[in-house]
């Protein structure tokens, strides 16, 4: 933990513009995910959690586990989740400020939106709008989603919204819708797009692969493939690109281990996990929730919410006709209930994502002690920006919108089925 003076002197450089905006009188060390990643790459071998925060419970657990065990966290949220979460990427800041002022978290935090989709050209002048105002209202970092599209315009995209995104803020790229064993990543395709950016004097600080993983529940068991997401690193390392671990939930913690150590990942997203935490549902070591014979969840008496309010749960999702995954969509419609429980039923359900979070932070992970690393970046910095691990190394002649669609026309990749597969 920082000493008072220089925790002073974090908040007075540490935060980026728009956050000192929004909240000029603030004590919460809101930074950019920039901030967050380099301070794993200082530490080496290490990655954090990015946890979906659904419900302002889960964001409350996460906070605490990192605050608890020193290390700097991400906080997120995914565009297809602000259609079933009270939270969104308009309140998400507000929430974060709040908890970290009211229980006096120290870490640095950043705030990422997660799968900003663009799932066509159509859906571009939309965003050019809406990025902009999600970075005023308190996001710090972003990841731009057009793995949806075919290669050359899955750049083009990107290139396209960077004018959008504040030098100083976090940023990923995407390549590979998440879609477990289907459609995998290569060298190829990553490189491709890597190169493409690096040519436009864009130089991101996560990439994330379609490795093996999946968004929910796990239940292939392929999970992520180690190999193939290190050879794609090391193929892009003189980019500077760390690596961001989508669909973590129900990974085993070997493998997530592996994934720390023998990779450059520093991101991982964890969310299916850190709700049925919340909710007391019963998971193994690494968050899958483990189901009945039935293929019902089996809720645990003594944690997570009441047993009143999961009977309204479950009700409420029969109704609906949602089992397994689509219980998600709980989430908003529920959120009053969750919030009107007793003071001791919504502690205890953040008392279940502190545990979890701290366990995967210190025991899976290797993040402790990270937040030091990243205070000391920023004071020696001497500000809220870093500036980017990438160097320019490819020409911009090489790289035009023509000479991007012919070379993407010689990929050798295969991008798997036609499908929904948002998180």
Not at 315 to 323: E, I, L, N
Not at 378 to 402: F, Q
């Amino acid at each position: 933990m920082a000493a008072r003076g220089e925790f002073d002197r974090l908040i007075e450089i540490g935060r980026p513009p728009n956050i000192v905006k929004r909240f000029p009188h603030s004590r919460a060390l809101i930074v950019s995910g920039k901030v967050v990643d380099q301070a794993l790459v200082a530490k080496g071998g290490a990655m954090t959690i990015a946890a979906n925060g659904r419900n302002t419970l889960v964001i409350r657990g996460a906070l605490q586990a990192a605050e608890r065990a020193e290390a700097t966290l991400l906080i997120e949220i995914a565009r297809s989740e602000c259609n079933y979460c009270p939270v969104n990427f308009y309140n998400i800041a507000l929430h974060v400020d709040a908890i970290c002022n009211e229980l006096g978290i120290t870490i640095p935090v950043a705030i990422h939106a997660d799968h900003y989709g663009i799932k066509s050209e159509a859906d571009l002048p939309y965003a050019r709008m809406e990025i902009p105002s999600m970075f005023e209202a308190g996001i710090t970092s972003i990841a731009v989603d057009a793995s949806h599209m075919p290669d050359d315009r899955n750049l083009l995209a990107n290139i396209e919204l960077n004018g959008c995104i504040p030098a100083w803020a976090g940023l990923e790229t995407e390549v590979g819708e998440i879609k477990g064993d289907q459609g995998l990543s290569n060298v190829a395709d990553a490189s491709f797009l890597i190169k493409g950016l690096n040519a436009h004097g864009i130089f991101p600080d996560w990439i994330a692969l379609n490795n093996g993983s999946s968004h929910g529940l796990e239940a292939s068991g392929q999970g992520i493939q180690v190999e193939l997401t290190a050879a794609i690193h090391k193929a892009i390392a003189p980019y500077g690109v760390s690596g961001a671990q989508h669909g973590t939930s129900g990974n085993n913690s070997d493998k997530l281990r592996a994934i720390a150590a023998q990779t450059k990942t520093t991101k991982a997203n964890v969310a299916t996990a850190l709700q049925m935490v919340s909710w007391g549902v019963e998971v193994n070591d690494y968050g899958n929730a483990i189901l009945d014979s039935d293929g019902n969840f089996i809720k645990v008496a003594d944690r997570g919410v009441s047993a009143e309010c999961w009977e309204k749960m479950t009700a409420y999702a029969a109704g609906k006709g949602w089992r397994g995954g689509n219980f998600k969509n709980l989430n908003l419609p529920m959120d009053n209930l969750l919030l009107a429980q007793p003071r001791e039923i919504r502690e205890r359900m953040s008392k279940g994502v502190e545990e979890f979070v701290y366990g995967m932070l210190t025991r899976v992970f290797n993040a402790e002690g990270s937040a030091a690393h990243a205070r000391e970046l920023l004071l020696r910095a001497g500000s809220h920006d870093l500036g980017a691990k990438g160097r320019p190394l490819e020409d911009v002649a090489e790289w035009t919108a023509a000479k991007i669609r012919e070379r993407a026309s010689t990929l050798d990749v295969d991008k798997g089925p036609e499908g929904d597969f948002d998180d």
